[in-house]
């Protein structure tokens, strides 16, 4: 395989907590591939986590960023261009958080301040994010900007309560976004729609490991890792799709598109 495909490109990875993060396997696939990056997390996040680890493995600077911080955006992306030696090429939004799931407080009973808190790390962030980097003129034409996403953003799924609200305001940014950078500098914005995954925010969900399972057995290509998903954040960084902007991607092992597998027929068939 091409080690080249962000040769030359700079970059800014959020959310990089753990090894098991989708932006932590990003960020090394990134470095393989040619890139220069910044590494960034909330400060909080930086205690907890391991970041200074990766940012060794890929030769990168951490620039810690609340992202429902406006002045500390600017600050990320002031200091990412003079470390990185230019405009921004791409930008992973892998960041999420509900105080309501957390707390595990059902959907009927929703605590407001906590939903707005939901809404503002995990989708406002994403136009925070867009809107102070066009004010800076920080992003390079052609550059490439991915949030994540998940399914529950179109269909129900009882257990992922208002962090489905949350995506679906994501990928709505994704698309009004993604129309104005694209008119102003040619900058794609997508989503990448991803199957459950075991990361810190994935298992924090109640109920997630039998979600895993039932959806395993109902993707034709089964779960799609995070390893997966961040080979194809690759590929939507990269130049070879140049023309794909305003998008949700599912990446999901077919998933999205299948009513019930032969699989889920005969697990439930077993328990008769
Ligand atoms: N794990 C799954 O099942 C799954 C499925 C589909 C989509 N996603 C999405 O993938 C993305 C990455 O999550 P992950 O599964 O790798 O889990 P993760 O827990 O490793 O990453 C979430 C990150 O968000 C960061 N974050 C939280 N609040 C922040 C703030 N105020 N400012 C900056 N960063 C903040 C956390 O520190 C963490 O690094 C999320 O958007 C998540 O919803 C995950």
Redesign the pocket.
């Known amino acids: 395989m091409s080690t080249t495909l962000l040769s030359g490109k700079r970059g800014i990875i959020?959310?990089?907590?753990?090894e098991?993060?989708?932006?932590?396997k990003t960020a090394l696939k990134a470095h393989a591939q040619g890139a220069k990056i910044v590494l960034?997390?909330?400060p909080i996040?930086m205690r907890m986590?391991k970041i200074n680890d990766l940012a060794a493995q890929t030769n990168s600077k951490v620039i810690p960023?609340?992202?429902?911080s406006t002045t500390d955006l600017e600050k990320l992306f002031t200091e990412a261009q003079e470390f990185l030696g230019g405009k921004i090429d791409f930008i992973l939004?892998?960041?999420?958080?509900s105080p309501n799931i957390r707390k595990n407080i059902p959907y009927a009973e929703l605590n407001y301040d906590f939903y707005g808190k939901t809404l503002d790390?995990?989708a406002l962030?994403l136009h925070k994010m867009l809107s102070t980097a066009y004010k800076m003129d920080a992003i390079n034409e052609w550059g490439s900007v991915i949030?994540?996403?998940?399914i529950a953003a179109q269909r129900t799924f009882s257990f992922y309560t208002d962090?489905a609200d949350a995506?679906a305001l994501l990928e709505s940014i994704v698309r009004s976004f993604g129309y104005h950078y694209g008119k102003h500098r040619r900058v794609r914005v997508n989503s990448i729609?991803?199957?459950?995954?075991?990361?810190?925010?994935?298992s924090g969900i109640k109920g997630?490991d039998t979600f895993f399972d039932f959806a395993e057995l109902n993707s034709p290509l089964g779960n799609a890792s995070?390893e997966q998903c961040a080979e194809y954040c690759i590929s939507l960084f990269s130049d070879l799709s140049r023309m794909v902007t305003m998008q949700n991607l599912f990446h999901d092992g077919g998933y999205s598109m299948t009513g019930a597998s032969a699989d889920l027929m005969n697990a439930f068939e077993e328990d008769k």
Do not use: C, E, R, V
């Open positions: 959020t959310g990089a907590l753990d098991n993060s989708i932006a932590w960034t997390n909330a996040a986590g960023a609340d992202a429902t939004h892998s960041i999420a958080q790390i995990s962030s949030a994540l996403s998940y962090m995506k729609s991803q199957s459950p995954t075991q990361t810190t925010a994935g997630f995070a």
